[in-house]
């Protein structure tokens, strides 16, 4: 009988901090902009010139460390990591070996057994490297240095996790947490989060951890989860055929999904490290802790259960409303100038989550105002405007962030509640419809629907359906 194994996984989460210049010079951490343009003796490892500490750095780390409920290192520094790798301009990179500003916290995942803690070792400051862009073309490899110098934390978690779906749902709570503090925007597809994963399999049952293996930077949660599912099969086929596992360092191929040795796994002193010379320990107070707890904002966890307190909103519409921090702070703002929050979250949940699908956008990307928004829920709630119409606006606010009332205005989409126009228009639609008008005094209810719409249509959308539909009944 074949044996049966448990999969044990801890991440590395290597997460570029929001700051708007890099962590030891003054140079901007601006994404996408032409190669090396972004550089300076600091960043791209001049002899002679020395870095000095961007504060914002500790503040962000700080503030995800107490937010992933960590303990804050008080006096901590800085460490040398020697390496020599092309895209590393000094040939090492500063980073927090002995002294890492947050250590021992956790946070709560759901899985399909319940609640889960997934334990975090420690989180620690450093330094990015460059890029290496090949070109097979030419067949040479470029650097560019923009990367190098934007400040990271690296979130290290304990080996708590068995699966896939458990490392998905613990990055998404960490990418949920660190979007809401501010303190980076987690884009997976422009490489400011990424994920190395650390793997091993054991027996069931086995209290001792297998050899584990590193498959490093890996870019978005689908491919994460393929490499997890791959690595487990591979590291399982070998035990089974009496092989064993090398501890090494593997690099994902998404498209192939196939894993290739990169090298044999570094252990801390083939890095040589040693306590940074050029930079001195930080010392944070009492005072500038509790300055960061008491600016840390609602996170979502706090925010759906209130949605559903204050707000009386179902859970299901609180929990898609917070799944972006965007779309949360747009039904708020929304919800406060109109305050009909049931309304604003059907908006959000219905046609601008449809016109997201069908722009294949984020809501990260939504560009209307929720005063606009606000306009357009008074302005169909009155009545002024009937549903269809709303609608029709709406992607115009959406798309251009019109105001709603004055696009109502210019293209006269106000509801006609003239009576006597009303019944003009049945007349003559009766006339044009007899079998209709004979369908529905047969007793076929359906043909009402049809003369409402033929109705609607020469009112060009603009009658008031309940009138419509009241009129209709009466003359027939």
Not at 44 to 58: D, E
Not at 71 to 99: E, T, V
Not at 161 to 184: F, N, P, T, W
Not at 393 to 418: I, R, S, W
């Amino acid at each position: 009988m074949s044996k049966k194994y448990e999969t044990v996984i801890g991440l590395e989460v290597h997460v570029e901090l929001a700051t708007k210049t890099k962590i030891f010079c003054a140079c901007s951490t601006a994404f996408g902009s032409a190669p090396n343009t972004h550089t300076c003796p600091v960043c791209t490892g001049m002899p002679g010139s020395l870095p000095v500490l961007n504060k914002k750095v500790v503040e962000y780390a700080m503030a995800v460390g107490l937010a992933a409920n960590c303990k804050i290192h008080q006096y901590c520094k800085f460490d040398r990591k020697n390496y020599f790798y092309p895209d590393n301009p000094q040939n090492y990179q500063i980073s927090q070996l002995y002294l890492p500003i947050c250590y021992d916290g956790g946070i709560e995942i759901e899985t399909e057994e319940g609640k889960k803690t997934i334990g975090i070792h420690e989180i620690h400051m450093e330094e990015d490297a460059g890029k290496l862009v090949h070109d097979d073309w030419e067949a040479v490899s470029l650097v560019d240095y923009n990367r190098s110098g934007v400040p990271l934390i690296e979130i290290v978690s304990e080996p708590d996790m068995r699966s896939a779906k458990e490392v998905i749902a613990y990055l998404d709570k960490l990418r949920m947490m660190i979007q809401y503090l501010g303190a980076s925007d987690c884009k997976m597809q422009e490489g400011s989060m990424r994920a190395d994963v650390n793997l091993s399999v054991r027996e069931e049952g086995s209290q001792e951890f297998g050899t584990r293996t590193e498959m490093k930077n890996i870019g978005s949660l689908k491919a994460i989860a393929r490499a997890i599912e791959a690595e487990t099969a591979r590291q399982i086929d070998l035990l089974e055929s009496g092989g064993k596992v090398v501890q090494e360092t593997r690099r994902w191929n998404d498209e192939e999904g196939y894993s290739y040795t990169m090298r044999s796994k570094e252990d801390a002193q083939d890095y040589r490290y040693f306590p940074e010379p050029d930079l001195v320990p930080i010392v944070i107070s009492d005072q500038w802790v509790q300055q960061i707890k008491d600016s840390q904002p609602e996170l979502r966890d706090e925010k759906q259960k209130r949605y559903v307190s204050e707000f009386g909103l179902p859970e299901y519409d609180a929990k898609i409303l917070t799944s972006s921090k965007k779309l949360a702070d747009l039904f708020e703002a929304t919800v406060a100038l109109c305050k009909m929050p049931k309304k604003v979250s059907n908006w959000l949940m219905g046609e601008t989550m449809r016109l997201l699908r069908e722009h294949e956008m984020e809501p990260e990307e939504l560009s209307f105002a929720p005063e606009h928004l606000a306009k357009l829920i008074a302005l169909a709630d009155a009545g002024t405007i009937n549903g269809t119409v709303a609608k029709e606006v709406f992607e115009k606010v959406f798309a251009k962030n019109m105001d709603p009332e004055q696009y109502v205005q210019e293209h006269g989409l106000k509801t006609v509640h003239d009576e006597g126009a009303i019944r003009e228009t049945i007349c003559r639609v009766i006339k044009e419809n007899p079998q209709s008008v004979a369908d529905y005094q047969g007793g076929k209810e359906k043909a009402l629907g049809f003369l409402v719409g033929q109705t609607m249509k020469a009112m060009k959308g603009k009658a008031n359906p309940g009138m419509v539909n009241q009129i209709l009944k009466e003359m027939l």
